[in-house]
């Protein structure tokens, strides 16, 4: 029963995230997002990211009406090829991103997965229960010892 309530806290404290859609108007510092670029996003920034980098993933560190900076923690690949980074400071250009997205906590999919894992690990449980107890010695007959 420990492992249960360990495997559930560590679902809720670690969670299950998902990018949203949203405008590029307002960002403000600390949001996650990740920023789809154009092709000609991919050529303008391929000499401080990348050759064929699709996105860039990171927490915004300032935005304004035309550009906004962000302490990227990963980029992706045309080819989906995902590098992590450690926050390092990159300023994108507004026209050269064709989509962004907000990475927000889904409280939906928290609950499906921990609900699973939670039926999972009682199913388990249950068909490994009293497995390496031990068993009753086999006793020859008429002697109480073991054979």
Do not use: H
């Not at 403000?28 to 391929?46: C, F, K, N, Q, T």
Request: proline content about 4%; aromatic content about 6%.
């Amino acid at each position: 029963m420990r492992v249960i309530i360990v495997l559930i806290g560590a679902v809720f404290t670690s969670g299950c995230y998902a990018y949203l859609p949203r405008t590029q108007a307002g960002l403000e510092p600390g949001i996650r997002v990740s920023a789809s670029l154009s092709d000609s996003g991919m050529l303008s920034l391929e000499r401080y990211v990348g050759p064929n980098v699709a996105a860039v993933e990171g927490r915004v560190l300032r935005a304004s009406d035309s550009e906004f900076s962000l302490a990227v923690l990963n980029v992706r690949q045309v080819n989906g090829v995902e590098a992590g980074w450690r926050g390092e400071q990159l300023t994108v250009s507004r026209g050269l991103v064709t989509r962004l997205e907000e990475r927000k906590f889904s409280i939906g999919r928290t609950i499906m997965f921990t609900g699973a894992l939670t039926v999972g690990s009682i199913v388990l449980t249950r068909m490994f229960e009293g497995l390496g107890s031990g068993s009753t010695p086999i006793v020859a007959p008429g002697t109480g010892t073991p054979r």
